[in-house]
């Protein structure tokens, strides 16, 4: 059944994250990659040094990612939108839209990834600038804040609880880890909101996917 390979997906995609934060916290952080207080010269030099680490970490974290969200949205799609059609539906808008920036965001990282490690043999001002570029664009599409993931979640988690097709835990945590990325626009809330909203969502993932896996899948029509 498609809800439970769902199921499959949300788990799955839990551990992107798992994988994307270990990542950080153990070799990005401690040299302050992506810290515009840094120089890009810094940053390029760091990159050009494990550029095959980046691009497995983009592809893990970005593109794999949006496939299972893919096949994740679309399975709780079919779980609740009986009970909450039109909820729902603008649910899935949301989710699938934001599965699209994410892919992108990938795409474009590994793209810009290439491009900054062949300038910096020539030109590694004009590779910083290229940095610099790629990390404005990447934030503008989904890696600065996570308002269109916030209001997939939000809006999901009422329809569970319209609908009584999810369980209240899932629909409850859904509430605080949709709206933490909703408040990740607001400047003075953005760096704590999006990092809740990141942690939060780990959580999230695990629930909703062994909900997929243990319920009794709602029917498809409709």
């Keep these: ?22 990542v950080y916290f153990s070799i990005l952080g401690p040299v302050q990659y992506g810290s515009l207080s840094v120089p890009a010269e810094q ?40 009970a909450a059609n039109g909820l729902v539906q603008t649910a899935t808008a949301f989710g699938l839209i934001w599965a699209g ?43 600065g804040n996570e308002i269109t993931g916030g209001l ?21 945590l859904g509430l605080v880890v949709g709206g933490a990325g909703v408040a990740s626009t607001l400047p003075v809330l953005a760096s704590v909101a999006t990092m809740i909203f990141g942690l939060g969502f780990i959580a999230w993932f695990f629930v909703v996917g062994v909900a997929l896996l243990v319920m009794k899948p709602e029917p498809a029509t409709a």
């Design 152 to 172: 997939w979640i939000v809006l999901l988690s009422l329809a569970g609880f319209q609908s009584r097709t999810l369980p209240m835990p899932v629909n409850l």
């Design 101 to 143: 920036l994410i892919m992108a965001t990938g795409m474009l990282t590994n793209v810009a990834t290439s491009q900054i490690v062949q300038l910096a043999e020539t030109d590694m001002a004009a590779a910083g600038s290229l940095w610099r570029s790629t990390v404005v664009v990447a934030a503008g599409l989904g890696g």
């Design 43 to 82: 940053h390029v030099g760091f990159l050009v040094e494990n550029a095959a680490l980046m691009s497995a970490w983009n592809l893990v974290i970005y593109v794999l990612n949006a496939v299972l969200m893919v096949v994740l949205v679309i399975a709780v799609h079919q779980r609740v939108k009986a």
């Design 1 to 22: 059944m498609f809800q439970r390979l769902g199921g499959v997906a949300a788990i799955a995609a839990g551990l992107t994250y798992v994988i994307g934060f270990w």
